[in-house]
Nanobody, 116 residues
Framework: QVQLVESGGGLVQPGGSLRLSCVYS????????MGWYRQAPGKQRELVAH???????TYDGSVKGRFTLSRDNTQNTLFLHMNSLKPEDTAVYLC??????????WGQGTQVMVSS
């Protein structure tokens, strides 16, 4: 199994920046792909950024150009740099990893609040 621990959330003003971290451990050799999801109150959980098995990144249209996904295998960490944050970005952000059988593993989530 894979364990995921997110960190880096907090309260920021509109236009501010945050860097989220997802440290993965356990059977990391069995990770197929990873991603960041978010879920706001009253909203459906949505995929924000995806890191494919081939190392390609894709982004939801609502964050493209503002968020940047990267992975550091030496630190076993998936990062999400978030710039130009908007109130609409307020949500619990969750890290996800899938194994080759597409079984998903989730972190506990980290809260991002964007408010003036």
């Amino acid at each position: 199994q894979v364990q995921l621990v997110e960190s880096g959330g907090g309260l920021v003003q509109p236009g501010g920046s945050l860097r989220l971290s997802c440290v993965y451990s356990g059977d990391i050799s069995n990770i197929y792909d990873m991603g960041w999801y978010r879920q706001a109150p009253g909203k459906q959980r949505e995929l924000v950024a995806h890191f494919s098995n081939r190392g390609y990144t894709t982004y939801d249209g609502s964050v493209k150009g503002r968020f940047t996904l990267s992975r550091d295998n030496t630190q076993n960490t998936l990062f999400l740099h978030m710039n130009s944050l908007k109130p609409e970005d307020t949500a619990v952000y969750l890290c996800n990893a899938r194994d080759p059988q597409y079984r998903g593993y989730w972190g506990q989530g980290t809260q991002v609040m964007v408010s003036s």
